[in-house]
DNA sequence: CGGTGGACCTGCTGGC
DNA sequence: TGCCAGCAGGTCCACC
């Protein structure tokens, strides 16, 4: 489900829900995620206070008080949704924590790929997931020529690429496809071939999906919703994503898909070369 | 080493 | 109408 524009649209509705909130309960459901929930780990949250929602790639990190972070990841179809106490449950609601305003953090996740793990604050960094992430690409930090750099000798095709999220973090993939498109670059290209202009032009193409995306709110194709239960409107703008068979609406030919590192991928034969 | 393919899950859809 | 192969926004690991 959920990319960089999702979560960050998530963290920016919650984070007002949650900071300042304490941590009454936490109750599990469901331990078989992709890794398996440890009730008592989580239950090291009750009586912290929440100081802050922060992003980092995909990755949610809930902050508090008691120097204990909870990490979440959503997976494919994971949900993070703040709903008041009591309400009935959603169907693979699986974790569920109640704040000290009686309402309650639920966590739904379909087909389980999400994670939740409770870690020291200070160690954060250190956590193999979040230590092995590459730089956000919204970050003024990250720069084309470095993307050069790093891509000398390397024979991958740049859609892959934009997908490791050791190279960038956050980026999957639609915003892959969408990125390509608006930077007119075919998707097998391999990125040994992309010159300093390249990557100039793909960086540029990458922040704008990106931020536009955050703007309307994420993608909503199937079942992502916000904090606030509300689909998200940028499906309305992709130009190649899940479009296969219609008309590019930048040349008019025919868009296609293909299979990248068996994952499918959209591009317009006519103007992404 | 770098890169690809399969596994992990459930549910929906499109073609027959 | 009903069935089922194929596919889905992610990540990790085995294997070449």
């Not at 008041?84 to 109640?98: K, L, N």
């Not at 000798?153 to 639609?174: H, Q, W």
């Not at 496809?177 to 540029?204: K, T």
């Not at 079942?223 to 992709?238: K, P, R, V």
């Amino acid at each position: 489900m959920p990319e960089l524009p999702e979560i960050e649209t998530i963290r920016r509705g919650l984070s007002p829900l949650l900071t300042g909130r304490r941590i009454e309960s936490v109750t599990v459901r469901e331990r078989r995620l992709r890794e398996p929930v440890a009730p008592r780990e989580l239950a090291r949250l009750r009586g912290a206070r929440v100081t802050g929602l922060r992003r980092r790639s995909k990755y949610l990190l809930l902050d508090t008080n008691a120097g204990l972070t909870l990490l979440v990841h959503l997976g494919m179809t994971g949900q993070l949704f703040v709903s008041d106490g009591g309400r009935p449950r959603r169907p693979h609601e699986h974790v569920v924590i109640r704040l000290d305003d009686g309402r309650e953090l639920r966590f739904a996740d379909t087909r389980r790929f999400g994670l939740l793990r409770v870690l020291r604050s200070d160690r954060v960094d250190r956590d193999p997931r979040i230590g092995a992430l590459g730089p956000e690409p919204l970050d003024g930090g990250l720069t084309a020529g470095a993307l050069f750099r790093l891509t000398r000798g390397r024979s991958k095709p740049v859609k892959n690429f934009l997908m490791d999220t050791r190279a960038i973090a956050g980026i999957g993939n639609i915003y892959a496809c969408e990125a390509l498109h608006r930077a007119r670059i075919n998707p097998r290209r391999r990125v040994r071939r992309i010159g300093p202009g390249g990557w100039e032009r793909l960086l540029g193409s990458l922040r704008e999906v990106l931020n536009e995306a955050i703007e309307a709110g994420g993608t909503t194709l199937r079942d992502f919703l916000n904090a606030e239960g509300d689909a998200g409107y940028f499906a309305l703008s992709l130009k190649v994503y899940d479009r296969e068979g219609k008309p590019c609406v930048r040349c008019g030919a025919v868009i296609r898909r293909i299979v990248q590192a068996g994952r499918g991928t959209f591009y317009c034969p006519g103007c992404q070369r």
